[in-house]
């Protein structure tokens, strides 16, 4: 598999992943696309907010410390595993294009690649079922799907035709770490193939506990910042936000007349270009400093059962015997096997016999490891 692309032949659900099958994505820039106020240019169509309960949970962490991270800069490239599911009709049409699959993780990439992340997919899989394709109307169905062929330590991505909720049309659910549910869902016109360039990156900032800029379960924002650490978002340097859902004009300008909360008479200043906010999906252009930092200390802390190896390439050893892209022990029984039915795998040291010699070749390429 070339680097930056995902396999052309990638397995139907059910199948078994294999190490090496991970695209590692290389910077995009950020197209903006025409800004419109249009449902499928909305922000509000994630519908994710914390519930009391959760909100609890999330100040817990943050006393805890949970949220807190080392310097960005300190560190090198972090590595976030993915598989996408591409859901398509029962018969195998339909679904998201390749292309448009591909530019949604260059585009979510982009956004992600000043804290230092590497978003990697491991895997793309299909769902073939026309239920799922065009028939998600409600949380409950939108969580089945979620709740279908999971790949551990990796964030699932569900990317399918139609999803709605209540009634609304939706461009993606998430989930934080506290979730009873989790992974991700997509609506394909909410990724590239609709020329939206920031739902995506929304819904994994939620995934490590980005909450949107206006959040209030936790409490409201004053204006003046002076309760940032613990209120809204819990960050302090996206400023308070009244909700900017439909307040927001082709020139990514805020035209609300929200008051502050706090009555300080200050006015507010709401983060346009925040990707977290509800502002236009085409003015989303950007994670803060403290974002990228919450990214980082959850990733650390409470998302700890990513797997980065499941992005490692497969292993390209002729000791690999049973060919799972690996060097086990297993491998040893499978030369066995191999030398005993005369598979050409046994030729260890590919000199066109296979006799003892090859088993000491097996050791030798096996402790060599992989290349």
């Known amino acids: 598999m070339a680097p930056g692309r995902f396999a052309s032949g990638a397995d139907d659900e059910g199948s078994t992943n294999m190490p090496g099958r991970a695209a590692t994505l290389s910077i995009a820039a950020v ?42 800069a300190s560190l090198g490239t972090t590595v976030i595993p993915i598989v996408a599911h591409v859901v398509r009709r029962s018969d195998g049409t339909g679904g998201l294009s ?20 590497e978003l990697c997919v491991a ?19 939108l969580d089945t799907l979620r709740s279908t062929n999971p ?34 869902v997509v609506r394909n016109a909410c990724t590239a193939a609709g020329s939206n360039t920031s739902t995506l990156a929304h819904e994994i900032g939620h995934y490590f506990d980005l909450f949107h800029t206006h959040e209030n379960a936790l409490g409201t924002e004053c204006v003046d910042g002076s309760n940032c650490t613990t209120n809204g978002d819990q960050l302090c340097d996206t400023p308070a936000d009244p909700n900017v859902l439909g307040e927001v004009d ?16 200050l006015p507010f200043d709401p983060p ?35 797997d980065p190896a499941l992005c490692e390439p497969a292993c390209d050893s002729p000791a ?5 892209g690996e060097l086990t022990p297993a491998d040893f029984n499978a030369w066995i096997l191999a030398f005993n039915t005369n598979d050409p795998i046994a030729d260890q040291n590919a000199d066109g016999l296979i006799n003892p010699s090859d088993f000491n070749a097996w050791i030798l390429n096996y402790n060599a490891g992989c290349p």
């Open 31 to 72: 197209a903006l696309a025409s800004a419109t106020t249009s449902a499928a240019q909305l922000g509000a169509s994630c519908p994710l907010a914390l519930t009391p309960a959760q909100a609890l949970e999330a100040r817990a962490n943050l006393e805890a410390g949970l949220y807190d991270a080392p310097p960005i």
């Open 98 to 117: 390749q292309v448009d699959l591909d530019q949604s993780f260059l585009d979510a990439q982009a956004h992600f690649t000043p804290g230092g992340f």
């Open 123 to 141: 895997d793309v899989l299909f769902i073939d079922d026309d239920g799922f394709y065009s028939g998600i109307d409600s949380m409950a169905e």
């Open 151 to 184: 790949v551990q330590g990796a964030i699932n991505i569900y990317f399918t035709e139609e999803l709605s909720s209540g009634g609304s049309t939706i461009c993606g659910m998430s989930s934080f770490t506290f979730s009873s549910v989790q992974g991700i």
């Open 250 to 265: 082709t020139s990514c300008t805020w035209f609300g007349s929200a008051s502050d909360p706090c009555g300080s008479g």
């Open 272 to 306: 346009v270009f925040n990707l977290m906010s509800y502002s236009t999906t085409a003015c989303r252009q950007q994670f803060t400093p403290q974002q990228l930092g919450r990214v980082l200390a959850t990733l650390t802390n409470l998302r700890t059962d990513l």
């Open 320 to 324: 690999d015997a049973n060919a799972d």
